[in-house]
């Protein structure tokens, strides 16, 4: 619907409500009821997105399933951060791994399965990286900073390409209005940013938005490591475990773009890190030794230009820079640890095991879209896209040499050609894609999205992604939808450092394949002024799927069938109550074995409960369920435990003076017990062992207050 089309609605809607009042003033004529059901007609009509075709649509009218989170409404429920936001999309389960990594596990899909399953976008550009297919500094961002993220459940490489294949990730950042935050919580958690944005009826303006926050860490214990208890009597004395985990982390950002006429700038600066938390190889770090181990930062520069080429077609240019930096420095074995050296004799390392990397890379892009509305009742997306990665600086420094495993002091920096498995310099990719989309309407009911995006990589071969989509609007309030889709995730640079490409020989794994995803859909909406009621059933064929062995390989296993449904409403009570809730149900089953995939839970839910007395007081509680997860094949341990976890919080505006508005809330009210699953790891003799027998325990309860001025 076009901005001229809700300008008209919206008189429509004023109209009408002012016409049943008997023609006096809206303001003191309409009821409170009215007036709330005004309000969200107007939600409904203004709630579009271009991230499933990439023209702008109402969110229900698009193809597949997405979901809008708003970032004031975001702060309202206590959330911190975009990663925290996203346990409110049904299906979405956020988690972290052992050193802290977030992960977004979309449909069941978890554990191993988890890195790279979603395209990361900010303000519509590529974040992930090509070493990890990550990018944890925009999941670290402030909400404070995000004006709306924008979630697509299910795939969408048709349009995104690489890595869009549980799902896409949208985060928009704000660009109007002027405030500064400040933000208190326990463990010593403190955050800070601002934003301001300005404009002029030409066109012309811009905005720039800062923001950070440092936790010096809850330091939960972390119960038994893989090296305590082991086979090897010694080392449970050595273990460092239980102990506190090193939980420390820290992001900030620095975002800016100005606008004129039909030219676009943009700049982004964010870095997060963190430590090594549980442990890189899942054995916990000396307690002195707490800081940060592991650092990413993004750089990226945009320039982008629209031009009107005829009254029915339209263009986009857009070319950008994007500079990615990974860092580490970390302990992987205690001070005094003792193995075995090639020759089988005992070795003891004084310092521990210790390795530091580093890893740079930059991403060249550039595309031309072209928008042609000439043939009636058809919308045409044509794209074509060019893009180059190149690895920079990258290497180890151990102070053990992987060869003869004898301690190296000082440490030295070594590479491929001493047979350290790691991305090499000379590693590069070139991506060449073409994107061809239809939009037909087939009457005013019925909408039908065909599409298909071909990707030809340099170093694995090429891929197409088709989609068809159908969107049937039976009346104002009913809507179904249906789609089939696919998608893929190339293998990324860490994954193939250790393939046969380029890892040592003692090492190597076959060539690896990009994994494959085919879904298909069905959608019914229902909307009205005060309901919001969506079903969903879905179901998808995973393929090739990327593990980790757990011994220095990457290998393609057999996919995984999973098939689920779920359900949201959203119903106002009155002017001043809101409940809002959604359930995931997914059944997985590996397909060489049957079993349920592992990491990742079966049943998810939220229940959020709203009230406001007045437009300047609201108060939200909301109920976080999340169902056990299953253990890998091989691993004896019964289901890990669901959860559940109640946050509350408190907003008051224009208090405590005009402009300034006031939060506070708890975390994790009852103080539950929140445990991400732990997957087996190999013991020094090889064998497989739980890595942490009692699971990755989370912070418990935390109160915060936060202060924000608008001026």
């Not at 950042?173 to 935050?181: D, L, M, N, S």
């Not at 930096?325 to 075995?340: C, Y």
């Not at 087996?680 to 109160?703: C, F, K, M, N, W």
Request: negative net charge; contains cysteine.
């Amino acid at each position: 619907m076009t901005s001229n089309a809700i300008a008209a609605a919206r008189i429509a809607l004023i109209t009408m409500l002012g016409l049943c009042s008997g023609g006096t003033a809206l303001a003191s004529e309409v009821s409170a009821e009215d007036g709330e059901a005004l309000r969200n007609l107007l939600e409904v009509l203004e709630e579009q997105t271009e991230i499933a075709t990439r023209t702008r649509l109402n969110a229900d009218y698009v193809p597949g399933l997405v979901t809008v989170l708003h970032g004031d409404e975001m702060a309202s429920l206590g959330v911190r951060t975009v990663w925290d936001a996203l346990r409110m999309v049904p299906g979405v389960e956020p988690s972290t791994d052992q050193i802290g990594g977030r992960q977004t596990l979309v449909r069941g899909v978890g554990g191993s399965f988890a890195s790279g399953n979603m395209k990361i976008l900010l303000n519509g550009r590529a974040m992930n990286s090509a070493l990890s297919a990550n990018a944890n500094p925009v999941l670290n961002m402030p909400i404070e900073q995000v004006e709306s993220i924008e979630v697509v459940r299910g795939p969408g490489s048709a349009v995104h390409g690489e890595y869009a294949y549980a799902g896409v990730l949208n985060v928009i950042t704000r660009k109007q209005g002027r405030a500064v935050f400040v933000r208190a919580a326990e463990y010593d958690s403190y955050a800070i940013g601002g934003y301001a944005g300005w404009g002029e009826a030409q066109g012309a303006g811009g905005s720039i938005s800062l923001g950070g926050w440092h936790g010096a860490g809850a330091g939960v214990d972390s119960g038994r490591d893989a090296l305590y208890g082991g086979n090897n009597a010694p080392q449970s004395v050595l273990s460092n475990a239980p102990g506190p985990v090193d939980d420390e982390m820290e992001q900030r950002s620095f975002l800016a773009d100005i606008s004129g006429g039909p030219l676009s700038l943009s700049f982004s600066y964010l870095e997060d890190g963190n430590g090594d938390h549980f442990g890189t190889i899942n054995v916990l770090d000396d307690a002195e030794a707490r800081g940060v181990d592991y650092r990413n930062r993004i750089l990226m520069l945009n320039a982008s230009g629209d031009w009107m080429l005829a009254p029915d077609l339209s263009t986009t240019v857009s070319l950008g820079w994007q500079y990615y930096e990974n860092h580490f420095d970390i302990r992987l074995l205690p001070n005094g640890f003792t193995w075995l050296n090639a020759a089988f004799q005992p070795t003891v390392l004084p310092n521990g095991y210790v390795s530091e990397g580093h890893y740079e890379e930059q991403r060249l892009s550039s595309e031309v879209a072209l928008r042609w509305e000439g043939w009636e009742d058809h919308r045409w997306l044509a794209a074509v896209a060019f893009g180059k990665i190149l690895v920079g600086d990258s290497w180890q420094r151990n102070n053990v040499h992987p060869q003869t495993l004898e301690p190296v002091e000082p440490p030295i920096r070594l590479g491929l050609e001493e047979g350290v498995p790691w991305v090499s310099e000379d590693r590069s990719r070139r991506i060449a894609s073409l994107t061809l989309q239809d939009e037909y309407r087939v009457n005013d009911d019925v909408t039908v999205t065909a599409g298909v995006r071909y990707d030809d990589y340099s170093d694995f071969g090429d891929n197409t992604s088709p989609r068809l989509a159908a969107v049937w609007r039976i009346d104002r309030r009913h809507v179904l939808k249906a789609q089939y889709a696919e998608a893929f995730r190339p293998p990324t640079f860490y994954e193939t450092a250790f393939s046969s490409e380029q890892a040592p020989a003692r090492s190597r794994t076959a060539k690896l394949e990009p994994e494959t995803i085919r879904s298909k859909e069905l959608a019914y909406i229902y909307k009205s002024a005060l309901t919001d009621f969506r079903a969903t059933a879905f179901r998808s064929d995973l393929a090739e799927l990327i593990v980790d062995t757990g011994i220095l390989g990457f290998v393609n296993v057999p996919g995984i069938d999973l098939a689920g449904v779920e359900l949201e409403i959203g119903q106002r009570i009155g002017p001043k109550f809101r409940i809002d809730a959604n359930l995931t149900l997914v059944d997985t089953e590996q397909g060489d074995s049957g079993a349920t995939a592992a990491g990742a839970a079966e049943r998810l839910a939220n229940v959020i409960l709203r009230y406001s007395p007045r437009s300047s007081r609201s108060y939200a509680m909301w109920l976080r369920h999340v169902g056990e997860r299953a253990r890998e094949p091989g691993d004896s341990r019964p289901a890990l435990d669901g959860y559940e976890t109640v946050d509350l919080t408190a907003s008051l505006a224009d208090w405590p003076a005009r402009g300034t508005s006031l939060r506070v809330g708890v975390n994790n009210l009852f103080d539950r017990d929140v445990r991400y699953p732990a997957f087996l790891t190999l013991d020094v003799l090889g064998q497989p062992i739980a890595s942490y027998p009692e699971d990755y325990p989370q912070p418990g309860r935390s109160a915060w207050v936060q202060l924000q001025v608008a001026f």
